[in-house]
């Protein structure tokens, strides 16, 4: 039994990719956004696209390039969609299955921080923008009337609810 394809999957042969050294481009479908959208919880992808170039560096694939896309996420309180625009550089280090145990511990450097594994003889750099774009966008998106939204409902800021906030309390019933 074989494994579906990922949404936005961009196969490239390692015997082929000395014609993407000069530099190459990716751009999802509207139907591949949609999908992708729907993957990582997203309220839209309108546009996801990457530049990049393939070179080999110590035996691996790499590849380097710069992600844009233009998405909206629901908001972390009041969950209507906030716009977001993501233009990005990225290194992605291609390593072959089993060169390494994925259990097995190992160091990378700051370059090699996007690792992604491969069988065979081709890579899909589709699937690899597409987890570098949910890796880059923002975590924890908030709509411009977020705090208004949730002070209505009772949720004290961070210095309502902090450490001091208790002093600060005991402090003004004191000067009353």
């Known amino acids: 039994m074989s494994t579906p394809l990922p949404e936005f999957s961009r196969s490239v042969r390692l015997d082929q990719a000395v014609s993407n050294a000069a530099g190459a481009h990716v751009a999802a479908t509207p139907e591949e956004c949609e999908a992708l959208a729907k993957r990582f919880g997203f309220s839209a992808i309108d546009r996801l696209e990457a530049d990049y170039?393939?070179?080999?560096?110590?035996?691996?694939?790499?590849?380097?390039?710069?992600?844009?896309?233009?998405?909206?996420?629901?908001?972390?309180?009041?969950?209507?969609?906030?716009?977001?625009?993501?233009?990005?550089?990225?290194?992605?280090?291609?390593?072959?299955?089993?060169?390494?145990?994925?259990?097995?511990?190992?160091?990378?450097?700051?370059?090699?921080?996007?690792?992604?594994?491969?069988?065979?003889?081709?890579?899909?750099?589709?699937?690899?923008?597409?987890?570098?774009?949910?890796?880059?966008?923002?975590?924890?998106?908030r709509a411009p009337q977020a705090d208004q939204w949730l002070r209505k409902?009772?949720?004290?800021?961070?210095?309502?609810?902090?450490?001091?906030?208790?002093l600060a309390a005991l402090k003004e019933k004191k000067n009353r």
């Open 53 to 141: 170039s393939l070179t080999e560096e110590n035996g691996s694939p790499v590849a380097r390039g710069r992600l844009r896309a233009t998405l909206a996420q629901p908001c972390v309180a009041t969950s209507e969609p906030v716009q977001e625009m993501v233009d990005a550089p990225f290194v992605i280090r291609f390593q072959l299955e089993g060169e390494a145990s994925q259990d097995e511990e190992f160091e990378l450097s700051e370059e090699e921080c996007d690792t992604h594994f491969y069988e065979g003889g081709a890579i899909d750099i589709g699937e690899a923008v597409a987890q570098t774009l949910a890796l880059s966008v923002e975590p924890y998106p």
């Open 153 to 166: 409902r009772g949720v004290l800021t961070e210095d309502q609810a902090g450490p001091f906030a208790a």
